[in-house]
């Protein structure tokens, strides 16, 4: 089997500073500029990643009290391996108590022929805070889109609040049909976790013809949004974000 | 926390109204079906039925539209009772199967009304305006009312079907409109006579004063029976 | 083995009555939005939502045939259903088959969750439940919901767009295999979350424009069907 393992890590404390901050193989972390308390993280890529056959994982903590904001400097672009071989993404988040953390990359584009498994796993204390979006595109302009499953598991206070895998791609059944992506070529999700949710749960919204927001049964709200493009999913993205209370 | 349905709500142990009394032992309310052709005039008599009996019975209803809500809208707005005693029910464009071969959203329907409003005296539920042949299981309704009216043609009665020949009262409703329409009402009396021997017919005219006495007096009637433990039905009377 | 496949037909029989008349499975959001205008088009929804919503009703009634805790199970509905009108419709139905279930096959098992939980359980958790009074096997149930995710929106269809109901008939079959291979898979789901007591190993195939437009859908003012 060939390709690169790598493990990102980043761990922020309460007095705004990066106890941990290493970047491994296609990841390179930077420090950016933040305002207030908060630390930001920029995710750059240093090699064209993930190829299939890499292993790549990133783990960021936010401890608590602290207040960390991750974003990338580009879209993450799924490729196709020399072997065939399916590459896998997983990551790791842990939110502590009275804890922030804003999780907003570029999206994921998945390219022809790649096959790609991203497993994201959110842990927010009750007391903390989250922000997440993940956004993906079904190939290049002009191209068929590469393979993608994708899995986001929400626990907060250790119980699961949210679970979905959304799969498509070459060899998926029906994914382009009307009840899952309907030939949209773009699709995404925001999800906000908030302890004030949990007296006063936000209202369902519905954003245009593809995208809602909707209270779920923990404390936390989710944006589903599909779209035509990446603009197109990003503006519904923060309209559900500003919904919500978020300006992203 | 689960956030979706924070409220509690008591036990319940009926799957039909089989079963005459509450988990708490007290008798619930009689359930009357009011089914007909569409725009005979079921939700009007409906209305005219809260309105003349709300003063002195604990009233509720539930509707079996075809198009979500149209005539629990009609109810609502023409304030007959307050919106938390009327329950529209979806019925995936098949009244007759929601009050008849599948009555489980019905009888949810029937069950939440008792028990956000309740104690109640009488539930009323209305079907969607549908055919001569929907009729209400005994599984649902305690006795049913079926409305046809004077325009739609005098014929009606004599062809007969399940609603016509069977229900518990046979309603002809608009009576006023029958000498501009040509329909004769002697005729209609005897051929539903024909039809249901010794069953109850009403002619009423809801645009009169108090036009929808006869229906009230027999549901009443319906109401002492069942208050005391005797059979509701006319055809066991 | 006879009386099981008979029950197996009875629960699986869309004249069984629990309320499933009364809701297309997305089905009409689809048609409104012209996502569906034809059996080849009918025939990719129900795929969409069989490998989706399916797989994940499949798997806890399955799970829930073979004796996991419901509750865990119905948290764990909840966790896989994002949509507030989702929900509230998963445990309407719940609560009709609930209904029925108890009338058709009285069980312990079955008042007991009637008893704690009068606000339901999600439909296919009690599908599990009402399989295993009537003595149906976990590939058994996850068969019979496989299919239902399958066969509502196909008979909505017939409704909606007066769609010739042969073709609809045909397009259902042809999704058998699918359904068998949904069906096995949900099945080995099942077993392992029964093996470990963990939910996490329960499918969670999520299907965004089904999430998107039930949403929708429940704030229609005029509508054909419940969802």
């Known amino acids: 089997m060939t390709g690169v393992t790598a493990h990102a890590r980043v761990t922020a404390a309460p007095d705004g500073s990066l106890p941990l901050l290493r970047g491994d193989g296609p990841f390179a972390l930077r420090r950016t500029r933040a305002a207030g308390p908060w630390s930001q993280v920029t995710v750059v890529g240093a090699m064209s990643a993930p190829l299939g056959g890499d292993r790549l994982r990133l783990t960021a903590e936010a401890l608590p009290g602290a207040a960390l904001r991750v974003t990338s400097a580009a879209a993450t672009i799924a490729l196709p391996g020399r072997d065939g071989d399916g590459a896998t993404y997983d990551t790791a988040l842990t939110v502590g108590a009275d804890a922030s953390l804003w999780w907003l990359p570029e999206p994921v584009v998945s390219a022809a022929r790649s096959d790609l498994r991203m497993t994201t796993r959110v842990d927010v204390a009750d007391t903390a805070r989250l922000v997440y979006r993940e956004e993906q595109i079904l190939g290049r302009a002009g191209e068929e889109p590469g393979r993608l499953v994708a899995r986001l598991v929400l626990r907060i206070g250790g119980v699961v609040a949210l679970d979905q895998e959304l799969a498509y791609g070459p060899g998926v059944p029906g994914y382009d049909g009307g009840a899952v992506l309907g030939g949209h070529r773009a699709v995404g999700q925001l999800l906000v976790a908030d302890p004030a949710f949990a007296d006063k749960p936000p209202e369902a919204a519905l954003l245009g013809g593809t995208a809602v927001v909707t209270p779920l049964a923990a404390s936390a709200a989710l944006v589903t949004a599909v779209a035509a493009d990446g603009l197109a999913l990003r503006r519904l993205l923060t309209a559900g974000a500003e919904h919500l209370g978020v300006v992203a | 926390m689960h956030l979706d349905h924070p409220e509690t709500f008591p036990h319940r142990h009926t799957w039909s109204s089989a079963a005459p009394t509450l988990p708490d032992g007290t008798r619930r309310a009689l359930r009357i079906g009011l089914g007909g052709p569409v725009g005979s005039g079921k939700t009007a008599t409906v209305a005219a039925l809260c309105r003349a009996l709300r003063d002195r019975l604990s009233i509720a209803v539930v509707t079996n539209d075809i198009y979500t809500r149209e005539d629990a809208d009609f109810l609502l707005r023409n304030a007959v009772l307050p919106p938390e005693r009327i329950a529209a029910v979806e019925t995936g464009a098949c009244p007759h199967t929601a009050i008849r071969d599948d009555i489980s959203a019905n009888l949810e329907a029937v069950e939440e009304l008792e028990e956000r409003t309740g104690p109640l005296d009488l539930v009323l539920v209305e079907s969607g305006g549908d055919n001569l042949t929907a009729t209400f299981s005994t599984g649902l309704v305690d006795a049913q009312v079926f409305v046809i009216d004077v325009a739609a043609g005098d014929d009606i009665p004599r062809k007969g079907g399940p609603g016509v020949t069977t229900a518990d009262l046979l309603v002809v409703n608009k009576t006023d409109l029958a000498p501009y329409v040509g329909s004769d009402l002697d005729g209609m009396a005897r051929d539903a006579k024909a039809q249901r021997g010794d069953l109850p017919v009403a002619f009423t005219s809801l645009r009169g004063e108090d036009g929808v006495r006869p229906v009230a007096d027999w549901v009443l009637e319906r109401l002492a029976a069942w208050t005391a433990g005797r059979p509701v039905r006319a055809a066991a009377v | ?227």
């Open chain 3, 1 to 227: 083995m006879s009386t099981r496949r008979t029950a197996l037909l009875l629960l699986a029989d869309g004249r069984f009555p629990a309320g499933a008349h009364a809701h297309s499975g997305g089905a009409e959001a689809a048609v409104r939005a012209g996502r569906i205008d034809g059996p080849a088009t009918l025939a990719a929804f129900c795929r969409g939502r069989l490998h989706t919503t399916g797989l994940v009703a499949a798997a806890l009634a399955a799970a829930a045939c073979a004796g996991c805790d419901p509750y865990a199970l119905d948290a764990a509905a909840d966790a896989r259903t994002p949509t507030p009108a989702l929900r509230d419709t998963a445990r309407k139905l719940g609560r009709q088959l609930l209904r029925a279930a108890r009338a058709t096959w009285p069980a312990p098992e079955l008042h007991a969750v009637a008893a704690t939980r009068p606000r339901g359980l999600h439909q296919p958790v009690v599908l599990g439940l009402t399989a295993r009074a009537a003595g149906l096997t976990p590939h058994d149930v996850a068969q019979a919901a496989a299919y239902d995710t399958v066969s509502s929106p196909a008979t909505a269809a017939v409704r909606l767009l007066s769609l010739d109901p042969f073709d609809a008939t045909a397009v259902l079959a042809g999704l058998a295999d699918a359904m068998d291979a949904v069906a096995a898979q949900a099945t080995a789901a099942a077993e392992a979350v029964l093996a470990t007591g963990s939910t996490d190993h329960l499918p969670a195939a999520s299907a965004p424009l089904l999430d998107i437009t039930a949403q929708q859908h429940a704030a229609w003012p005029v509508r054909l069907f419940a969802s």
